[in-house]
Nanobody, 126 residues
């Protein structure tokens, strides 16, 4: 079992920055990837960013490339999402997810993650 707890959300203005954190506990050594997804009101949850623990490669959805950065602190078992130049369309509940299955998978597909956090709200005002 892996437990994930997100933090760092809040209300900011367009152009501001936020850093989300996802603290993992439990069988963290069995984690092969961690990702961030978001769900805006009235929309389906979508992929934002992910990191593959095996080689450190990172992935982003096009709309956040150049603005968001995913990173890790292995000592703290924490994954971060640094969000810069925030836009009103970034408003959503942000979820952290982890995958503990070692088989090859599509990192952008939320169904491939088997542990999820409770989410943290990010609201960007114009």
């Amino acid at each position: 079992q892996v437990q994930l707890v997100e933090s760092g959300g809040g209300l900011v203005q367009a152009g501001d920055s936020l850093r989300l954190s996802c603290a993992a506990s439990g069988r963290t050594f069995s984690t092969y990837a961690e990702g961030w997804f978001r769900q805006a009101p009235g929309k389906e949850r979508e992929f934002v960013a992910a990191i593959n623990w095996s080689d450190g490669s990172t992935y982003y959805t096009d709309s956040v490339k150049g603005r968001f950065t995913i990173s890790t602190d292995n000592a703290k078992n924490t994954v971060y999402l640094q969000m810069n130049s925030l836009k009103p369309e970034d408003t959503a509940v942000y979820y952290c997810a982890a995958r503990t299955d070692s088989r090859p998978f599509l990192i952008r597909t939320q169904g491939n993650y088997n542990y999820w956090g409770q989410g943290t709200q990010v609201t960007v005002s114009s």
